[in-house]
């Protein structure tokens, strides 16, 4: 079975800090990707970044980064210099592709940035 | 419009109301999907249409019915719901699987807020 696992309800940031989010998945597949979505309070979900399995290097985009980690089955988010607008639901996800191509959730972490 | 879109915002049925979600993609895109999320929970598929074909149904009760009359519109219809049915639906899009031979980045809607009294 797939399973993608948030083991932080909850997470709180200051404006300009640094905050990891963490994310432990399993799956048999060797090749898959990973994808962290961002779901502010109007509740449009948006994807933030992937992760290509067989790409050892971690993806990037502006202040969001990854710790992908493929023995451990870790897949950590790093928003750096964290702003009032990163406060929102983070989910990890899981996609093994297939005919079905369904998105395996984690529960979410709520994320929340103090002035 | 752009994007993913869904309609109604909010819904309050009765237990014995038939009523329906509609969502429509405007990407081009040839899968899409419906989502429940509840409370606490992760998101949980409900079903998957790729090339307008019906692909997945994860044991959802039959009170909810799907219908995708081509690729860009995609129908949930409901009726005899149950309280423990209120929660958020969300609808989304991507390729088709098999179409981009590779990953599939799905595009959400702002989702349906469903409230069964």
């Known amino acids: 079975a797939q399973t993608v696992t948030q083991s932080q309800p909850e997470m709180s940031v200051q404006e300009a800090e640094t905050v990891t989010l963490s994310c432990t998945y399993d799956?048999?597949?060797?090749?898959?990707?990973l994808f962290w979505y961002k779901q502010p309070p109007s509740r449009q979900m948006i994807l933030v970044i992937r992760?290509?399995?067989?790409?050892?290097q971690n993806a990037t985009e502006n202040r969001f980064s990854v710790n992908f980690q493929k023995a451990a089955k870790s897949f950590s988010l790093k928003i750096s210099d964290s702003q009032l607008g990163d406060a929102a639901m983070y989910f990890c996800?899981?996609?093994?592709?297939?005919?079905?191509?369904?998105?395996?959730f984690g529960k979410g972490t709520k994320l929340s940035v103090k002035p | 419009e752009t994007g993913v879109t869904q309609t109604p915002r909010h819904l309050v049925m009765g237990m014995t109301n038939k009523k329906s979600l509609k969502c429509e993609q405007h990407?081009?895109?040839?899968?899409m999907y419906w989502y429940k999320q509840s409370a606490k929970k992760p998101l949980e598929l409900m079903f998957v249409?790729?090339?307008?074909?019906?692909?997945e149904n994860n044991s959802v009760p039959s009170r909810f019915s799907p219908e995708c009359p081509n690729s860009s519109h995609l129908f949930l219809h409901l009726h005899t719901l149950q309280p423990e049915d209120s929660a958020l639906y969300l609808c989304?899009?991507?390729?088709?699987?098999?179409?981009?031979?590779?990953?599939?980045?799905?595009?959400f809607g702002p989702g349906t807020r469903l409230t069964v009294l």
């Open positions: 990407l081009g895109h040839n899968a």
């Open positions: 799956t048999s597949e060797s090749d898959y990707y």
């Open positions: 992760q290509e399995a067989y790409k050892q």
């Open positions: 996800a899981l996609n093994t592709g297939g005919s079905q191509g369904n998105l395996i």
């Open positions: 989304a899009s991507s390729q088709a699987p098999r179409a981009s031979g590779r990953y599939n980045e799905q595009f």
């Open positions: 249409y790729s090339l307008e074909e019906r692909v």
